[in-house]
């Protein structure tokens, strides 16, 4: 069984800055994309930011500039650094792994809340 652990979410005023961090634990062969998603009430699950084993990036185009995804594939964890936060940056922010385990799958985490309010 794999499982994610999320942490660093908060609140911080407008043009502040957060780190979020994910680790992921369990029964892991090889941790393959790893990617940063967030939720805002109302609204539906959205990519921020992806990262795959390679190292290779996207982001969503409202984080550009912004926000950078990070991994550290010795500890099986990845980062968000995410600087100049606006108030629309706020939602639950959910951690995602494609990982190939006893098989190969998607797996997410229980969620991090960051507010964005002055």
């Known amino acids: 069984q794999v499982q994610l652990v999320e942490s660093g979410g908060g609140l911080v005023q407008p043009g502040g800055s957060l780190r979020l961090s994910c680790a992921a634990s369990?029964?892991?062969?090889?941790?393959?994309?790893m990617a940063w998603y967030r939720q805002a009430p109302g609204k539906q699950r959205e990519l921020v930011a992806g990262?795959?084993?390679?190292?290779?990036?996207n982001y969503a185009d409202s984080v550009k500039g912004r926000f950078t995804i990070s991994r550290d594939n010795q500890k099986s964890t990845v980062y968000l650094q995410m600087n100049s936060l606006k108030p629309e940056d706020t939602a639950v922010y959910y951690c995602?792994?494609?990982?190939?385990?006893?098989?190969?799958?998607?797996?997410w985490g229980q969620g991090t809340q960051v507010t964005v309010s002055s």
């Open positions: 995602n792994a494609n990982v190939a385990s006893l098989r190969t799958s998607d797996h």
């Open positions: 369990g029964v892991i062969f090889k941790i393959n994309s």
């Open positions: 990262i795959t084993n390679g190292g290779n990036r």
